[in-house]
């Protein structure tokens, strides 16, 4: 009884994680400097952020991280860095201006391999984790129509360049509750490990995934 008490529990202990890309610091600050006028001009809530690029989202039990951090671990191990490069703005009409990721192929290559811990990403059949297969990195979002309207018509026609190397991946968290059959936030996103690219080969063993 006391067994079964204790695994309910550890049912109830749910994340939200997010795989994310995060530039470097002079990518990041180049950004910042981008949202923030923004936010001046357009009169929008500005968050300093690392304007990071999200890959995957998924729901999890806590009792799961060892096993996903293990699995993360050899994938990264086995990854080479890569250029990202970030060129001009895109949008989605009407709510979200944001610079695009020209570097595509090369992110959606990573998001393949990332595939291969599926089973240890999926919560269950409801929950299946989240992989995008476009990339990009917000400068606003939540845009009320007015703001849309005045803002495409000078970022549509504005350019921005950056790049930077991508050599590491980021598992980042944040606790939720769960209600019924959806979740709650219930805190901020942390960073729980960056995986760094370090191109060794390793071999995976299914028990990894399933043990």
């Not at 009884?1 to 180049?30: A, G």
């Not at 240890?120 to 009320?144: G, M, P, R, V």
Request: hydrophobic share 35%; net charge positive.
């Amino acid at each position: 009884m006391k067994k079964s008490v204790f695994l309910n529990t550890l049912d109830f202990s749910y994340n939200e994680y997010l795989i994310v890309l995060k530039p470097n610091q002079d990518t990041c600050d180049k950004i910042n400097s981008v949202k923030k006028d923004f936010s001046e001009k357009y009169k929008t809530s500005f968050f300093h952020s690392t304007g990071q690029i999200l890959m995957v989202k998924f729901i999890q039990r806590e009792m799961i991280e060892e096993r996903l951090l293990n699995h993360l671990k050899n994938i990264s191990n086995s990854y080479k860095p890569f250029l990202v490069k970030l060129k001009d703005y895109g949008s989605f009409p009407s709510h979200t201006i944001f610079i695009n990721i020209e570097s595509q192929l090369q992110v959606r290559n990573l998001v393949t391999q990332l595939k291969s811990a599926q089973p240890l990403l999926t919560l269950d059949k409801e929950n299946k984790a989240h992989f995008l297969n476009d990339f990009y990195i917000s400068i606003a979002t939540k845009l009320i129509p007015w703001q849309y309207e005045k803002a495409w018509l000078e970022y549509n026609q504005a350019h921005f360049a950056a790049s930077f190397i991508a050599d590491a991946f980021t598992l980042q968290k944040r606790p939720v509750e769960r209600k019924s059959n959806s979740f709650r936030p219930n805190g901020n996103y942390k960073t729980v490990k960056r995986f760094q690219f370090t191109d060794s080969p390793v071999i995976t063993t299914q028990g990894e995934l399933f043990g």
